[in-house]
């Protein structure tokens, strides 16, 4: 089989995870210039601001590197789920002085899309990456065209499954342990999302390809452990957060240096769909998954000015504070630096 450092031409088998709203091009560059793989996540970035960050990337690093999209399907607009989910938030925009007439609706993420497609074509990005599945055969068809070579997240044997019919070139399983959202998209059932080292071991065995580990890795001796069980390389997200290249809020980062950084859960009331952070006050009193959410990613428009006003008051009561299990290799240093000791754990 092709080890990841063949099919990615990089020198350390490890990705960094693709961290929408923590980060920019400067930390996917300083990965790169590392010798692993940085990611650029795209999901909430216009066509014009991706085109902005990529030349800011290919500008500073000769490497590949990664960019990421989700593959949602965009709900219907449902007006009663709505009226409901701003009746839950009710205490809040009153506690606030919030006039919840004036909150406009709308998502906070887009699917990959053609537009998207136009504007990576120019830079034909030597990897793309996928969450919540794959985009039409057509799109992905454009993007094998460039000679990207297709990354997908796997949260069960079954999706594994799944991706490898539609050929992709390496899974990325996610396990449980993952900061952010979960890329599950098979299934709604949180009992089927197990951790990381067993979802590994059983990927390993399903497929022919090549399997990346993601999820509660924090240190070299966590990337020795999922190599061990057969993995071909790693994908590293939260320990990343506090590296200056990253653009993680004062209040996000103050988290993670916390006590409160060991308790996590898995959470709906943000964007509507599964994502793991830190226990904060809204998710203690609403959940902290809440039958009234609407569907990814509508959820966010009603909760954004409540966030907005805690956050102006220094407080992340309403805020993602997206991380993962173990927060513990978080670490204020270069994320050239940090990588290269996660890449310890590599040999």
Known sequence: MTTLRELLNIEIPLIQAPMAGVQGAALAVAVCNAGALGSLPCAMLTPETMRQELLRLTAQTPRPYNVNFFCHAPPEPDAQREAAWRETLAPYYREFGID???????PGRAPFSAAAAEVLEAFRPPVVSFHFGLPDDALLARVRSWGAKVLASATTVEEGRWLARRGVDAVIAQGVEAGGHRGMFLTDDLSTQVGTLPLVRQLVKALDRPVIAAGGIADAQGVAAAMV??????????????CPEATTSEIHRRALRSEAARHTA??????GRPARGIVNRVMRELGPICPTAPAFPLATGAIAPLRAKAESLGSGDFTPLWAGQDASGCREVGAAELTRELARGCA
């Open 100 to 106: 919840p007439a004036g909150i406009p609706a709308g």
């Open 229 to 242: 069980l057969g993995a071909a390389g790693v994908q590293v997200g939260t320990a990343y957060l506090l």
């Open 266 to 271: 898995l959470t709906n009331v943000f964007t």
